[in-house]
């Protein structure tokens, strides 16, 4: 089925140490995925994506790994600071007819950093 | 990047009546897609704005209580029509760029008493 869905609902990190953020898909067909970080009473920020024929990309202080072999993808963000506390979503591009595509996105997870 | 606009940032409403939520972007756009997201939660997608014809909608939403438009490729409307308190929500507008990257509005905050 279609579903895209985080591991942890809240993680906790120090200031200055890296943080990690999990997601798992169902749907083997998509083409890329898109990593949103959403802080309180805004929209969804576009952070990084990657496409289906690669496994890694590296951005600003965050990278996105993509294994399809058992269908995870993570962001890492390094040296995590203060301004990185937001709720980030791991979002799926599904394939439609017309190469067209929609987005569906996880439950998202709460990344709180303590000072 | 494109840079998309809402109007009205928030609302209240009274059930029973309708919501007219407007989306400009800034640049041109491929496609326009519109969101709903319950307070705490993540975000569903209600329809694809198509230019010049119907909208696609997704399972569990149609088009009498959902219309919009997409009278240009940078301009959609999406009304909530008679409204319930279930229709409390942020509506997010979102437009894919000729890079195929999708951006999102600040959205619309609406509760319906």
């Known amino acids: 089925g279609e579903s895209v869905g985080l591991h942890l609902p809240t993680l906790s990190v120090q200031e200055g140490d890296n943080s990690i953020i999990n997601c798992a898909y169902s749907?083997?067909?998509?083409?890329?995925f898109i990593w949103y970080k959403q802080e309180s009473g805004k929209g969804p920020q576009f952070i990084i994506d990657?496409?289906?024929?690669?496994d890694k990309r590296q951005g600003q202080r965050v990278t996105v790994l993509l294994n399809k072999t058992v269908k995870h993808l993570s962001l890492q963000i390094a040296a995590t600071q203060p301004g990185d506390s937001a709720v980030y979503f791991c979002?799926?591009?599904?394939?439609?007819?017309?190469?067209?595509?929609?987005?569906?996105f996880g439950q998202g997870t709460t990344l709180q950093v303590k000072p | 990047s494109a840079v998309i606009s809402q109007k009205p940032s928030r609302d209240i409403c009274q059930r029973g009546t309708s919501l007219t939520i407007q989306c400009q972007v800034d640049?041109?756009?491929?496609?326009m897609f519109w969101y709903r997201q319950q307070p705490g939660q993540s975000l569903t997608l209600i329809a694809t704005?198509?230019?010049?014809?119907?909208?696609?909608?997704e399972s569990g939403f149609v088009i009498d209580k959902f219309p919009i438009s997409r009278p240009n490729l940078t301009f959609s409307t999406l009304t909530v029509s008679n409204m319930s308190p279930e229709d409390s929500s942020i509506y997010l507008c979102s437009a894919k760029t000729l890079r195929n990257e999708q951006f999102f509005g600040p959205g619309t905050r609406l509760t319906v008493l």
């Open positions: 704005a198509n230019q010049g014809s119907e909208a696609t909608y």
């Open positions: 990657i496409r289906s024929n690669m």
């Open positions: 640049s041109q756009v491929t496609m």
């Open positions: 749907n083997s067909a998509s083409d890329y």
């Open positions: 979002a799926e591009n599904i394939l439609r007819s017309g190469n067209t595509g929609k987005l569906i």
